[in-house]
């Protein structure tokens, strides 16, 4: 059964180093978190996957890693200058700050009501009841007032400031003049890189429509209230892909990439049944948007909230950056780079004509998919001794560490010296990291690796060489092998170990 609630969760990866809270010593920093041992490993097993199933198994994909700093030009031609904020909303009394919508999404069901009608909106559509809160800033304060909206803080109804939005994108200097307009901005999100190098890539790689580009990197946005451990942060990384296709053939790429997009998650060990998948309603479109759908996963304690958006985002970026340009004069204009200088633009596939190509772009949270895949591999089972273990279900090639080597005894020279050599030659195999483990206590070795979701302990003991060890007689039988612990079934095998690499490649590669 996967994990309950949060706590467990989070728990669980402080305890064991996937993850600890951004700048820690200092008192932390909200919003920002760092991977640990464990933590980087399976992250970039995800981010491997994700590679994999896009890029390498597909025909039709280019790969990119762009800057995270871009030029201003970009972020406000491509819309996000003017409308990347979220509206938000003060509390006089207690001097707190709060993202509007969620606020409001907090408060018990009969003040929420009270807030929709005090608007004239209906619950039923939220999306349009904080539309409303956003176009009427003065009524919305005094709806929030006249129903008993509470600060989550202090738990007492607050005197709420108009909502006003705040920009979420960081700002930072370039250089070292102090010249005001020497700023540029920290990606609000990875695909407006490859927007800029659309055209790089289309000359450098003769592609020609239906094709994608897939970026894996850090984006920024400054969250009014990140909360919920890494789900919402400040610094996050996304894996995106823009797929340029001919306007027209769009919708049937959007279908396409929802069918693909949910059997991948299924792949990592998130099922289909705990995914609903929502048709963003219009009021609540991103600007750049002719539809979406988000995928809502079903987190521990959250419930369902966004793990991925498919947008539609049509002609809309490429569109402006070519207007932008000829607005700038870097292209003579509108016309004539459609016509002929075509520099955001690409030949149609039927008339050969340069179009500005449609774009479906899967946008995956590589955080959340984390903490999705972690909360669907967490079980707790009670063994038949009536103990009780948690153990990281993990699909193998996301786990950590993939096999851990333990000499069970630490002071004899030829059963370290083995397992040594069987660490370095599954390490050899390239399946990811395998672990040479001497901590001492076997038990607990096992324990450690199951819930940080090793699949396979190898041990060595004296039996491996016969000696049978404190009194016993060994089994000649066992003479040149190992143990194998599976960690779903507990089954324990012996393995030879000259078997042994082959053994593990069959069931981990
Ligand atoms: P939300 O509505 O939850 O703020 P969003 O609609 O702004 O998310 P998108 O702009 O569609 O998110 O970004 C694509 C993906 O990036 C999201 O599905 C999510 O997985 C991830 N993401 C976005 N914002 C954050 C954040 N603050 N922290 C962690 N992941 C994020």
Redesign the pocket.
């Known amino acids: 059964m996967p994990a309950q609630n949060m706590e467990e969760l989070v728990s669980l990866c402080k305890r064991r180093g996937f993850i600890f809270q951004g700048s820690e010593i200092y008192g932390g920093l909200q919003g920002f978190y760092d991977y640990g041992p464990l933590g980087v490993e399976l992250k970039n097993n995800i981010k491997a996957a994700w590679w994999r199933s896009n890029v390498y198994e597909r025909d039709d994909m280019e790969g990119l890693d762009s800057s995270i700093i871009m030029h201003r030009m970009v972020l406000r031609h491509s819309g996000h200058e003017a409308t990347f904020s979220d509206p938000m909303v003060d509390n006089r009394k207690t001097k707190k700050r709060y993202r509007l919508d969620h606020l409001v999404k907090e408060q018990k069901p009969a003040v929420q009501a009270a807030v929709a009608e005090a608007m004239g909106e209906s619950l039923e559509n939220f999306p349009a009841l904080v539309a409303a809160l956003v176009k009427r800033p003065a009524d919305a304060s005094a709806a929030l007032i006249s129903a008993g909206v509470r600060d989550s803080h202090s738990g007492e109804t607050g005197d709420w400031t108009e909502p006003k939005p705040f920009n979420m994108m960081f700002k930072t200097t370039i250089g070292p003049t102090a010249d005001e307009d020497s700023f540029g901005y920290l990606r609000p ?1 990875t695909a407006q890189g490859i927007f800029t190098n659309f055209k790089n890539v289309v000359d450098a790689t003769s592609r020609r429509l239906p094709f994608g580009i897939a970026q894996i990197g850090k984006a920024f ?1 400054n ?1 009014i209230t990140p909360r919920n451990f890494i ?3 400040r610094e ?1 990384e ?1 894996m995106e892909i823009e797929f340029f296709c001919t306007p027209g053939t769009d919708e049937d790429w959007h279908a396409h990439w929802l069918e693909k997009r949910l059997s991948w998650w299924e792949a990592q060990g998130v099922p289909r049944s705990k995914i609903e998948i929502l048709d963003v309603p219009k009021e609540d479109l ?1 600007h750049y948007s002719k539809r979406t759908y988000d995928l809502m996963y079903d987190y521990p304690t959250l419930g369902h ?5 498919i947008a539609n985002r049509s002609d809309y970026d490429l569109g402006s950056h070519t207007k932008a340009q000829a607005e700038l004069g870097l292209v003579a204009s509108v016309e004539e780079n459609l016509d002929s200088v075509a520099k955001l633009t690409i030949p149609h596939p039927e008339t050969n004509k340069p179009v500005v190509p449609f774009v479906i772009e899967p ?3 590589v ?2 998919a984390l903490l999705a895949v972690m909360s669907e591999a967490f079980t707790k089972e009670t063994l038949e001794n009536g103990s009780e273990r948690i153990v990281l279900k993990l699909k193998p090639h996301l786990a950590p560490i993939k096999v851990a080597v333990i000499p069970l005894a630490r002071n004899r020279e030829e059963i370290t010296a083995l397992a040594r050599q069987i660490k370095a030659d599954l390490q050899r195999l390239g399946l990811g990291r395998v672990l040479y483990e001497d901590s001492g206590n076997i038990g607990k070795a096992y324990r450690r690796h199951d819930e940080v979701g090793t699949p396979f302990c190898v041990t060595v003991d004296f039996d491996t060489f016969g000696l049978g060890g404190e009194g016993k007689v060994s089994d000649p039988a066992l003479l040149g092998t190992v143990t194998v612990r599976d960690r779903d079934t507990l089954a324990q095998e012996r393995v030879r170990v000259d078997e042994l690499s082959a053994w593990i490649r069959a069931r981990l590669a």
Do not use: K, T
């Not at 909230?305 to 958006?309: A, D, Q, R, V």
């Open positions: 999100e946005r969250e789900f919402r942060v996050l996304q991103a909230e966004e793990i991925e958006g946008s995956a949270g955080d959340r």
